[in-house]
């Protein structure tokens, strides 16, 4: 959907870049290797949002434009293809260098919330929306009046055997695997200073991804919509806001499972022997504090 897409597009190229900060960890402050590597972190979330991200998303704008649109739009023009082609792109561009800057400058908890606030703005936007009833607007087949409420046995079944349930099952087929791949693959190249096996240490790192993802962003967006239901706008809002961040808390389980996808290495059995990233003469002291935050 457009309205999901430019928060998942953003998410995406954050992942794109936490997936290389152990290989940050061993560019030991050079700032040449550090370049490379955040300058390979871009051409893979480009190279991903060529061939499969935007190719999907134009092809489910076209075929199914109201469903694509939320039922806000009839048709989706050619000039509103091309606006989404250059916007999700440009939203997963930002996230991979601002999450990059992030783990240079050894803010950790920081680069990782840019991950998982975008998935939370995703799940709110598909179960909520704007008027309540995003839900209802994702599993609708063909446009009018938005039923309210919890979806009914009859909805999920007529969603479920309709031509979108089909289509997204065969993207889906595609897409995750694309992508959980590349990050894995992108995330253990720096873990080869590591005894475990690397494929053991890719499932290990997705299992933690999709643990954070589908768990407390998940979580996080249900509650805010609860909140909003039953409280209205400003008083839910305000508690979700406080359920948040209890939640999202710098010592609190999140932020330490977050560690751990970013640098698992610092939270390994086995001991650490790649090098401490010591800041370079000319970045200051960006680097420095990368694998010593990663470690406490």
Do not use: K
Not at 91 to 118: F, M, V
Not at 226 to 235: A, E, I, Q, T
Request: charged share 10%.
């Amino acid at each position: 959907m457009l309205q999901v897409d430019v928060f998942w597009s953003y998410g995406i190229g954050a992942g794109c870049a936490l997936a290389a900060a152990e290989q940050l960890r061993l560019a030991d402050g050079d700032v040449t290797r550090m370049r490379s590597i955040r300058d390979r972190s871009l051409v893979q979330t480009l190279l991903f949002f060529g061939l499969v991200f935007t190719p999907m998303g134009m092809w489910l704008a076209t075929r199914f434009p109201g469903w694509e649109s939320m039922y806000v739009l009839e048709t989706v023009p050619p000039w509103g293809l091309a606006v989404f082609g250059a916007g999700v792109t440009l939203c997963g561009t930002l996230g991979c260098l601002i999450t990059h800057r992030l783990l240079t400058r050894g803010r950790i908890r920081g680069a990782a919330l840019h991950l998982l606030l975008p998935y939370v703005a995703c799940f709110f936007t598909l179960i909520h929306g704007w008027d309540g009833t995003g839900i209802h607007r994702f599993l609708a087949v063909t446009a009018g009046p938005q039923p309210t409420g919890v979806p009914g046995s009859e909805e999920v079944t007529r969603w479920l055997h309709s031509p979108i349930a089909a289509t997204l099952v065969f993207m889906a087929l595609v897409f995750l695997p694309v992508l959980l791949g590349l990050n894995a693959w992108h995330h253990t190249r720096g873990l080869r200073d590591q005894p475990a096996p690397t494929w053991l240490l890719g499932l290990r790192i997705t299992a933690i991804a999709l643990g954070l993802i589908v768990g407390p962003c998940l979580a996080l967006a249900v509650t805010a919509s609860l909140s909003l239901h039953v409280f209205g706008s400003p008083v839910g809002g305000v508690l979700w806001a406080l359920v948040a961040a209890v939640v999202l808390r710098p010592r609190g389980t999140v932020a330490r499972w977050s560690q751990r996808l970013v640098l698992p290495s610092a939270h390994s059995r086995a001991p650490l022997t790649g090098p401490a990233l010591p800041a370079p003469a000319s970045a200051g002291d960006e680097v420095a504090r990368l694998h010593r935050i990663g470690s406490s």
